[in-house]
């Protein structure tokens, strides 16, 4: 089975493109490394001994993936390109607005030109909003995105359930991501986010290299065990497993269906603190700041649709993830 694959020069995208050639898919990768870096391909063909066409090419631009359709015979799309910085959402949104409607609908629309009938597609749970009650379920609410970054992701699970709507033989699935850390266990892949970082792990890794003076928590009178917000950490190596076994979901089925990639398990972020300090040996310097706007005290998955309709379940450790998290920054500084 040949699947395209874009964005796979990213944080996401590489470890995607790692577990599917390790489950025996041809890869072809295509991404216009705006964030993905330019020796990623190269990294993947090293942990999984396969090369496979890499394309740097924006997928907005129609013509170019035409040429990858006209040069493979693709079965399935995994696409996992897209802005993904929440900040810059609100400060720049028609640039988040053009950018992932348009790699979408560009890509769907030589899916349509070719025949082309499954996709995956990187979804969030942002889509969820601020949740009425945790654990979050697929049947829950969607649409009261807080930024402009989730509602493309919103949209374009829209414009999907449309789709499917109209072409019964055409297979859509979204994955809803809670929160991905961690990074490859052997160094050599991970997230590189550009700039001072909004996530909690990257900034916890800057601190730890003294990068950053201090970690700030977000609030701690949150109505949580600790005060402070909790999280659905999920390990970026068992996300990307998520993502094989829905292209082999995507295949064999049609219509939509839509899947929380979660734990189901929850971390405040002291907890990560006191997890992240047990694995590295060392004290992490935090101070409380007030809470961030359109922060929920809870975010969890309910993952058991994954496991029941996809056969997949996480099963890393939020120890795994600091710990890897915490080698692949420290091999960047090497
Ligand atoms: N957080 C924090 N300090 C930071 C970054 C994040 O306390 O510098 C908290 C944030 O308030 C949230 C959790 O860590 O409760 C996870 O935040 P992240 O931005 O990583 O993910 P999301 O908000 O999308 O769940």
Redesign the pocket.
Same mark, same amino acid.
């Given at each position: 089975m040949t699947v395209l694959l874009t964005g796979g020069a990213g944080y996401i995208g590489s470890h995607v493109a790692v577990e599917m050639i390790n489950a025996g898919f041809n890869v072809v990768i295509a991404d216009n490394l705006s964030a993905g870096h330019k020796d990623v391909p190269e990294r993947i063909k090293t942990l999984t001994g396969v090369s496979f066409p890499f394309f740097e090419i924006d997928i907005c631009d129609k013509e170019a993936v035409r040429g990858i359709f006209d040069s493979f015979s693709v079965d399935a799309v995994v696409h996992a390109a897209g802005y993904k910085a929440?900040a810059e959402s609100v400060s720049l949104p028609l640039k988040y607005y053009r950018n992932n409607t348009d790699g979408a609908l560009t890509l769907l629309e030589v899916m349509a030109e070719r025949g082309v009938k499954a996709f995956v597609f990187s979804s969030?749970? #942002?889509v969820y909003g601020i949740p009425d009650t945790v654990p979050i379920k697929e049947t829950a609410h969607t649409g009261d995105c807080l930024n402009a970054y989730g509602r493309t992701k919103y949209i374009i699970e829209k414009i999907l359930e449309d789709l499917c709507r109209s072409d019964p033989l055409f297979s859509a699935v979204p994955l809803r991501y809670?929160?991905p850390?961690g990074a490859h266990r052997s160094g050599l892949l991970g997230d590189d986010p550009i700039g001072v970082?909004?996530?909690?792990?990257?900034?916890?890794l800057r601190v730890a290299a003294g990068r950053l003076p201090e970690?700030?928590?977000?609030?701690n009178d949150?109505p949580t065990k600790d005060g #402070?917000?909790?999280?659905d950490?999920i390990h970026v190596v068992d996300l990307a497993k998520g993502h094989t076994a829905a292209v082999d979901y995507a295949v064999k089925h049609s219509g939509y269906e839509v899947f929380n990639l979660g734990t189901g398990i929850g971390y405040?972020?002291l907890d990560?603190v006191r997890v992240f300090e047990k694995v590295t040996g060392r004290p992490l310097p935090?101070k409380f700041?007030p809470?961030?706007e359109?922060?929920?005290a809870e975010?969890l998955a309910d993952p058991s649709k994954a496991e029941k309709n996809l056969g997949w379940r996480a099963v890393l450790t939020i120890e795994d993830m600091c710990f890897d998290a915490q080698r692949y920054e420290g091999g960047k500084e090497q």
């Open positions: 929440v969030s749970a #942002t809670f929160n850390v970082p909004n996530n909690l792990m990257p900034y916890i970690l700030n928590i977000f609030g949150y #402070t917000c909790i999280r950490y405040s972020v990560m935090y700041a809470r961030r359109g922060d929920s975010y």
